[in-house]
Nanobody, 115 residues
Framework: QVQLVESGGGLVQPGGSLRLSCAASGSIFSIYAMAWYRQAPGKQRELVATITSGGTRNYVDSVKGRFTISRDNAKNTVYLQMNSLKAEDTAVYYC?????????WGQGTQVTVSS
């Protein structure tokens, strides 16, 4: 079973930046589309960004132009660079497969945007 470990979250002021990382173990990482998701308090988990095995990227409208998803297949790691952060970006961020049956969810990493 694949294990996912997210890191890089924290407290940041509006307009600030963070880079999230997600390390995956136990599978052939490179063949899967990967994604970042987030769950804000009292809300359902939502898809934020995806990157296919070939590097094609897609984003939810609310983060377009501010977030960038990338991957390093040699390190089995997917990243999320988040710039111009807003209060509404506050959530727990998770990574997982972009499509199909998801692996077990990791613990996520908390991102709090507040002054």
């Amino acid at each position: 079973q694949v294990q996912l470990v997210e890191s890089g979250g924290g407290l940041v002021q509006p307009g600030g930046s963070l880079r999230l990382s997600c390390a995956a173990s136990g599978s052939i990482f490179s063949i899967y589309a990967m994604a970042w998701y987030r769950q804000a308090p009292g809300k359902q988990r939502e898809l934020v960004a995806t990157i296919t095995s070939g590097g094609t990227r897609n984003y939810v409208d609310s983060v377009k132009g501010r977030f960038t998803i990338s991957r390093d297949n040699a390190k089995n790691t997917v990243y999320l660079q988040m710039n111009s952060l807003k209060a509404e970006d506050t959530a727990v961020y998770y990574c997982n497969k972009g499509f199909g049956e998801r692996w077990n969810w990791g613990q996520g990493t908390q991102v709090t945007v507040s002054s």
